[in-house]
C-alpha cells in the first residue's frame, strides 16, 4: 500500500472523527455515529480508488452508508475497507475515554466479508505472534497460565480485557477464579483486542465476544503490530440465526472459511499490504482525543500500524483554518 494512500485514508479517520467529536458528551450515540459515517463516506468519494465496504454499518437494508458492499471513490487502485466510523459509540456520548474512528484497508480480495455478527476472539501481544499455545479452545485458566510463564509474572498480575456483558458473566468468574486481574470495558472491543500489543495499556490478553467487523479490524491492527489473535463466529441460537448463517454462508463463498472453525489472524487479513488507521475521538491510552481550540484550529491524533513494513506511526495533524493558531 503506497504511503500516498496510507495518508489519503488518514484524512478520512480525521475527518470521521472530527465531526464525532461535534457530540462528545451530549448523550446521543447515534447522532454521533451518524455524524461520524457521514462524515467518512463523503471523505472517500474524494479519493481516486476504487474502494469497496466489506465490514461497514451493516446490511445495506439495514445502513444507508457504509453498508457492506457499498462502492466509494472516483475509480482507480481496487481497495479492501473495513470501518467502524465511531468505534465505541457510548464512549463518546458519555465523552469516556478510548473513542475512536477506525478503518481498515488492503488490497481487492485481502479482507475477509465478515457478517453481521458475534466472533468469540482471543487476543494478545507480540509475545504471542507464533501462539506460543495460547488458544480460543483453551479454558480461560490455561490461556492465563500461559501468558503469564511467557510474561514471567504470576498469573495474579496478569490483566485480562472483557467487555462488560451479561453473556461474559461465566467468563469473568473463571477468569477471576484463577486469580487473574479483569479490566471491564463498556464498549470499543477493537481497543481492548490490539491494546494487548500496546505498551503501556496494561492490557495482556484480551477475551470474550464482540462483532465480528470489529475481530477484522483488530486483526488487522496486530497483524501489523506482531499480535496473535483468533475469533470463531458465533450465530446465536435466537429465530435470527438461521439467517445469520445463510448470509455467512453467501459471503465466504470461494474462500477457505470454515463457518465454524477457529478464524486465525492471517485467515481474517490474508495480505502484508495492510494497514489500520485510528483517530482518537475521546482521549485514550493509545492516542487524544480531537482538541479544538477556541481560535479555531483543531487538532487531531492518529495511530497507522502498517503491516507491509511493519511500523507504527503516530500522527498529530493541526487545521488552522483561515485564522486558527499553532501551538506547539
Known amino acids: 500500500m503506497q504511503t500516498a494512500r496510507i495518508m489519503e485514508v488518514l484524512n478520512v479517520a480525521e475527518y470521521a472523527a472530527i465531526a464525532a467529536a461535534e457530540w462528545n458528551g451530549k448523550g446521543d450515540k447515534n447522532a454521533a455515529d451518524q455524524a461520524a459515517t457521514e462524515a467518512m463516506r463523503q471523505a472517500f468519494n474524494d479519493i481516486d480508488f476504487s474502494g469497496r465496504i466489506v465490514i461497514g ?21 481496487e481497495i479492501d475497507i473495513a470501518v467502524d466510523p465511531l468505534e465505541g459509540t457510548n464512549l ?8 475512536l474512528t477506525t478503518i481498515a484497508i488492503a488490497p481487492r480480495g485481502a479482507l475477509l466479508f465478515a457478517p453481521d455478527t458475534y466472533m468469540d476472539k482471543i487476543a494478545a501481544g507480540s509475545a504471542f505472534a507464533a501462539g506460543g499455545g495460547l488458544h480460543i ?4 485458566a490455561e490461556n492465563l497460565r500461559i501468558v503469564a510463564e511467557t510474561l514471567g509474572k504470576p498469573v495474579s498480575e496478569v490483566n485480562v480485557c472483557i467487555l462488560l456483558r451479561d453473556r461474559h458473566e461465566g467468563l469473568i468468574q473463571a477468569v477471576r477464579a484463577a486469580g487473574a486481574r479483569i479490566r471491564l470495558i463498556d464498549d470499543g472491543d477493537v481497543f481492548g483486542a490490539i491494546a494487548t500489543a500496546v505498551p503501556g495499556t496494561g492490557i495482556d490478553l484480551y477475551l470474550g465476544s464482540g462483532g465480528s467487523p470489529e475481530g477484522v479490524l483488530a486483526a488487522t491492527g496486530l497483524k501489523a503490530i506482531g499480535g496473535f489473535f483468533q475469533g470463531r463466529f458465533d450465530f446465536g441460537s435466537d429465530e435470527k440465526a438461521t ?7 453467501e459471503m465466504v463463498v470461494g474462500t477457505a472459511i470454515d463457518l465454524d472453525g477457529v478464524l486465525e489472524r492471517d485467515l481474517l487479513v490474508s495480505s502484508r499490504d495492510a494497514a489500520f488507521i485510528a483517530c482518537g475521538v475521546t482521549d485514550g491510552e493509545m492516542v487524544e482525543g480531537v482538541r479544538i481550540d477556541p481560535s479555531g ?22 487545521r488552522r483554518g483561515d485564522s486558527g493558531l499553532v501551538r506547539f
Open 57 to 77: 454499518e451493516g446490511e445495506r437494508d439495514e445502513a444507508p452508508m457504509l453498508f457492506i458492499g457499498e462502492e466509494l471513490g472516483r475509480g482507480g487502485e
Open 92 to 99: 463518546c456520548a458519555y465523552n469516556r475515554p478510548n473513542a
Open 137 to 140: 479452545d483453551n479454558p480461560p
Open 243 to 249: 439467517d445469520k448463517r445463510r448470509r455467512a454462508e
Open 297 to 318: 484550529t483543531i487538532t487531531t491524533s492518529s495511530i497507522i500500524m502498517n503491516a507491509a513494513d511493519q511500523t507504527v506511526r503516530f500522527i498529530k495533524t493541526i
